[in-house]
């Protein structure tokens, strides 16, 4: 089994959009995910929305394979902060559930901390919806610790 990581290209947008509808659909019922998936996740339509991420010099967009088969995606993009630094954001990451624990998203934050540190980035952000274990422990082997904590009350329960 052989893990890679490629840059997409325009070719990948209708798997770019099924892959995050999956990954949207996975979370959306935990914990923070009704707010997280109608506010924090990839603005819809998701063709387009990732049909400009292509074209962003701030942002790129990577595709995980096993053996050549595209499995998973990640994307990245850089924020100028108040005080004129950078800071790298996380805005996507996802594996399909049976191609987990076997390195493919350790090859695409490694693709993503590479392509931070190039750009001077201070840090590198990303989110974890609050119970989800295997996201938190996951960013944390690379070294990633919470820096804010966002609390919420519903008014309207889903």
């Not at 935990?30 to 990839?42: F, K, M, P």
């Not at 493919?104 to 392509?115: A, D, H, P, Q, R």
């Amino acid at each position: 089994m052989n893990e890679s990581v490629r840059v997409a290209t325009v070719t990948d947008l209708e798997m770019l959009a099924d892959f995050a509808t999956q990954a949207v659909a996975e979370q959306h019922e935990n914990r923070g995910g009704y707010v997280w998936s109608r506010r924090e996740t990839r603005s819809r339509p998701y063709l387009a929305s990732f049909e400009a991420a292509l074209h962003d010099p701030d942002q790129t967009i990577w595709i995980g394979m096993i053996d050549d088969v595209p499995l998973g995606y990640a994307v990245s993009r850089v924020e100028l902060l108040r005080t004129g630094e950078i800071l790298g954001q996380v805005s996507d990451i996802w594996v399909d559930p049976e191609a987990r624990s076997v390195g493919l998203g350790e090859s695409l934050i490694g693709s993503i901390i590479s392509w931070c540190t190039e750009r001077n980035c201070v840090g590198i952000d990303s989110m974890a919806l609050p119970g989800n274990r295997a996201t938190k422990n996951f960013f944390e082997t690379f070294g990633f610790k919470a820096r804010l904590l966002t609390v919420h009350k519903s008014l309207k329960e889903p």
